[in-house]
């Protein structure tokens, strides 16, 4: 890796994928100070990369991938986009004066094609995700707001995040220094959010570390502070719809005081708050209009995909086609182990599932469900004689895995340090 390189011409990486190896070429990003290339889709998860320069291998190393789209498995959503556009014009028109919107999208994808529309509808603030496969997701639909991610990532990834202008949640000393050296080399510096525990055990630092990892981020070399957060546990929903239907205005007030006594620890820290984003409040905070805990941004997730018409909260449905139909005798074993055995000749159809928790049906009428494996499912159709290979099938969908959605999207983007390489401004 000692060789000069002049600019990037030439330089590639070689992906040995599954299916052979693949060459992308290598582009230089001056302000993450690394060259990139974007990996190809492959069914192995990990893999090696040749870095080259020309005919001459440069150097290897082994590339992981984070998250594999198996198009051919998934089941198919489709989305009331219209309706997401209205509650997200509804939602800009009505937030509290000063109160900035988030856009939380990350439990009702696909986010790139929802964040499109989102934005379509005047949104141009944040737009919350879970992490970097839906990141790139919403990047690669040519959206541009500023994507916050809201769980522990890779620090490693940090150079991706600045290309693509992502900002983490900073978890720990250790997390920010190792993001730090990661953006060895530069020019701009990362916009990180600092996560403070105040009562849920979750993410974020304890409230008494908060000033430590604040002044960590202020003296590294690449990192910048651009928001303060934390989760609350018992806003609830004032619908009573949620699946955590709870409330409880003792915690939330004891939460809230928490925060707002590590916001003015913060505070007291010359410059150290100036220009600082501070949120903290979801949906269950802007239903119930507890306005002690708007703070700068609220974070609004389940309000953008609620049928204001109807108090529904299905604004999309999950299709699958059936691939196969058999027939299997009494006393049949069902999935690992045999816990359980076919009571009867069973004409089963077999198709794309999802691991979600779903109920199956066709014109609303329920299907049972036999085997649920995630990328295949068994049902039992001897009651729907008219359910034949190719029918389509209705997915109700209550808790959908946020991994497992029907995407073409970009896998990742593999990064590498300079080679000791010259580099020319019209490069």
Known sequence: ????????????????????????????????????????????MD??????????????????YTHQSHVDDESMMKINVKAVRDNAHHLLSNMP?????CAVVKDQQPVGAISKAIVSAGHDGYIAVRGM??????????????????????????????????????????????ADRALAGSTRRLRVHLWIDTGMTREGVAPNEAAQVAMAIAMSQH?????????FCCAGYADGSSHVDVYSDDHMRR???????????????????????????ASGVYARQLDYAYF???????????????GDGRLYVWET??????????????????????????????????????????????????????????ADVTDFPWITTGTVLTMRIDNVDHRHWLSAEPVGMTTFDQLSHTHTDDK
């Open 133 to 178: 496969f839906e990141a790139r997701s919403i990047r690669s639909h040519g959206v541009w707001s500023p994507v916050l991610l809201m769980y522990d990532q890779d620090p490693t990834l940090a150079p991706e995040m600045l290309f693509l202008g992502l900002e983490p949640a900073a978890l720990s000393t250790e997390w920010i220094r190792a």
């Open 321 to 378: 086609r059936v691939r196969a139909i058999k027939t299997l005798p009494e006393g049949w074993c069902v999935d690992y182990g045999c816990h359980h055995r076919l009571d009867r000749e069973t004409r089963v159809a077999m198709l794309p599932g999802n691991d979600g928790q779903y109920i199956l049906e066709y014109n609303g009428q329920e299907i049972p469900v036999l085997v649920d494996a995630g990328y295949m499912s068994t």
């Open 47 to 64: 893999m090696k990369v040749d870095v080259a320069h020309g005919s001459t291998i440069l150097g290897s190393f082994p590339y992981a």
């Open 255 to 281: 939460q809230v005081q928490i925060f707002t006594d590590a916001i003015e620890e913060l505070r007291a820290i010359e410059g150290m708050m100036d220009g600082v984003i501070v949120h903290a409040g």
């Open 296 to 310: 700068d941004m609220l974070r609004i997730g389940r309000a953008l995909f609620v049928d204001r018409r109807t």
């Open 1 to 44: 890796l000692a060789q000069d390189v002049k600019g990037d011409a030439g330089l590639h990486c070689l992906f040995h994928t599954s299916s052979g190896p693949v060459k992308r070429g290598a582009f230089y990003n001056k302000e993450t100070g690394k060259f990139m290339c974007e990996a190809p889709p492959s069914e192995a």
């Open 97 to 101: 004066h000063g109160v900035q919107l």
């Open 223 to 231: 990192l910048h502070l651009a928001g303060v957060a934390t989760h």
